[in-house]
């Protein structure tokens, strides 16, 4: 089973690395509690079709080592940063889900971007979730700390509770079986408690806006009209208009989760995004 050792303090990471290597290479960042199966149906078959998939369990999630620290946005986007270096990666395409979106930011303005050639912002809360002075719009501070404490009494009432909203059931053409759902819910139950709650915090709190105007490459974003989790005029289209090459794609009927619920489409775009500019 594959693992490197996070250059933050040495922990084990878990990653995976599915296609050719000598392929286009796509780096997969997860969302909070979810760890590489988050990108089943894009990673698969962008694998079987030529393309090196790439993807790690951020620390305290799927079969990375749990640890009590280095849950800021700084070390997590060491961690990424280390992933690409220990694989030697180069004319990567990132591509980062929710929180996995503001690591992928965070990355290439602390690290460079010699290692990286374009970005793709899938339901991303980049650039920010919460009102600030630089996010008028955002959500009420008071309300995203309110939601923190339902997650640390409740986590599997939580996940439980948000799970139709998170996959848009009851939108047109969303289908998720009761099966595929409860899956879900359970792989976010076996992130850590402790790494549960950290990545939590840092999502409510983090805000980027003044680091995307930096991203000096062609970005991607794809967002979906009922995310509620990072609503579209807070986060995704925010994100295209401030940095300096963004392309908006938004999905009609789509929730936070549409990787699962859009798979094939999102597939389709992000290997569209990936040839175009290779």
Known sequence: MPYFE???????????????????????VNSAWLGTELWEFQM??????????????????GRSDDVWGGFGLDSLADDLRGLLDHLG?????????????????????????????????????????VRTADNPDGVDPADARAAN??????????????????????????????AFRRHIIDRCLATTPHASIAVQDLAVAVDVTAEMPKLRMPVLVVHGTHDFSAPLDVTGA???????????KVYEN??????????ERLTADLRAFVDGGA
């Open 6 to 28: 996070s250059p933050v303090d040495g922990v084990r990471l878990h990653y995976v690395d599915y296609g050719p290597a000598a392929g286009p290479v796509i780096v997969f």
């Open 44 to 61: 698969l078959p962008l694998a079987a079709a030529g393309y090196r998939c790439v993807s790690m369990d951020r620390r305290g999630h």
């Open 89 to 129: 990666l180069r004319e990567v395409t990132m591509v980062g889900h929710s929180l996995g979106s503001v690591e992928v930011v965070r990355c290439l303005t602390r690290h460079g971007d010699d290692r990286v050639a374009r970005v793709a912002l899938v339901s991303g809360i980049a650039p920010g979730v």
């Open 149 to 178: 404490e339902v997650h640390r009494r409740d986590r599997a009432g939580y996940y439980e509770d948000g799970a139709d909203q998170f996959f848009g059931i009851g939108l047109p053409g969303i289908e998720v079986s009761p």
């Open 238 to 248: 925010r994100s295209a208009r401030l940095v300096p090459d963004g392309t908006l």
């Open 254 to 263: 789509a929730g936070h989760g549409l990787p699962f619920t859009h798979g």
